[in-house]
T-cell receptor, first 112, second 112 residues
Framework: EAGVAQSPRYKIIEKRQSVAFWCNPISGHATLYWYQQILGQGPKLLIQFQNNGVVDDSQLPKDRFSAERLKGVDSTLKIQPAKLEDSAVYLC??????????FGSGTRLTVV | KQEVTQIPAALSVPEGENLVLNCSFTDSAIYNLQWFRQDPGKGLTSLLLIQSSQREQTSGRLNASLDKSSGRSTLYIAASQPGDSATYLCAVRRNRDDKIIFGKGTRLHILP
C-alpha cells in the first residue's frame, strides 16, 4: 500500500509570510494527524481529524495556524503569519484505529 | 495527563554490542505502545507495535517488551550495526482512535 504523502519536503520563508503544507493519508484511514516536531523534541500533536471532523485541536495556535480536511481525505495545514519559533518539522500521520500510526516524511520549515 | 520519558537521552556504543533503550509512562491505561525510528531530517518509521494485551513483539534484531503495570517498555537491539544509528522514539496511545503521546527520544550512535 502507498504510504502517507506530504509536500513540500522543505520550505524556507521569512517571518510574517504564510505557508501551507499538504498531506495525503493512506487510503481508507479515517483518522489523520498533524504533529509539530521542534529540533531535539518529540512530536507534539497539533490537530486530529476523524474523517473531515476535528477531534482534538487543543494545542493548535489558532491565531495563526489553521487546518482542514476536505471530503475526509487530503488535508492542508496553514500558518499565517509565520514566526521564527514555527521553525520545525511538520509531520502528517494516518491511522485505521487498530493498527499503529503511519507517518509521512515530513516537511521541514525554516522561518528566517 | 500522560507523560512519556525516555532514558538515556543519548547513547554511543561500539558496533556489535547488544543494547537496551528504556521508555516509561505515567498512566498505565494505554491501548498500545509503538516504537519508531527517526533518521536525521526524516519522518518516523514504525518499528514495533505492542497492543495492551501483549507482553512483547519481535522483528529481526529488535525486541520490544511492555509491562503495563509498571509503566515501562524496553527496546532491545541485538548485535548493533552502524546503520542502527538514529533517534528512537517511544509513543503511547490511550484509546483506539486517540492521539499518541511521544517521549523525547534516545539518540543512538553506533561506533564502527
Amino acid at each position: 500500500e502507498a504510504g502517507v504523502a506530504q509536500s513540500p519536503r522543505y520550505k524556507i520563508i521569512e517571518k510574517r509570510q504564510s505557508v501551507a503544507f499538504w498531506c495525503n493519508p493512506i487510503s481508507g484511514h479515517a483518522t489523520l494527524y498533524w504533529y509539530q516536531q521542534i529540533l531535539g523534541q518529540g512530536p507534539k500533536l497539533l490537530i486530529q481529524f476523524q474523517n473531515n471532523g476535528v477531534v482534538d485541536d487543543s494545542q493548535l495556535p489558532k491565531d495563526r495556524f489553521s487546518a482542514e480536511r476536505l471530503k475526509g481525505v487530503d488535508s492542508t495545514l496553514k500558518i499565517q503569519p509565520a514566526k521564527l519559533e514555527d521553525s520545525a518539522v511538520y509531520l502528517c500521520a494516518s491511522s485505521s484505529g487498530t493498527h499503529g500510526y503511519t507517518f509521512g516524511s515530513g516537511t521541514r520549515l525554516t522561518v528566517v | 495527563k500522560q507523560e512519556v520519558t525516555q532514558i538515556p537521552a543519548a547513547l554511543s556504543v561500539p558496533e556489535g554490542e547488544n543494547l537496551v533503550l528504556n521508555c516509561s509512562f505515567t498512566d498505565s491505561a494505554i491501548y498500545n505502545l509503538q516504537w519508531f525510528r527517526q533518521d536525521p531530517g526524516k519522518g518516523l518509521t514504525s518499528l514495533l507495535l505492542i497492543q495492551s494485551s501483549q507482553r512483547e513483539q519481535t522483528s529481526g534484531r529488535l525486541n520490544a517488551s511492555l509491562d503495563k503495570s509498571s509503566g515501562r517498555s524496553t527496546l532491545y537491539i541485538a548485535a548493533s550495526q552502524p546503520g542502527d544509528s538514529a533517534t528512537y522514539l517511544c509513543a503511547v496511545r490511550r484509546n483506539r482512535d486517540d492521539k499518541i503521546i511521544f517521549g523525547k527520544g534516545t539518540r543512538l550512535h553506533i561506533l564502527p
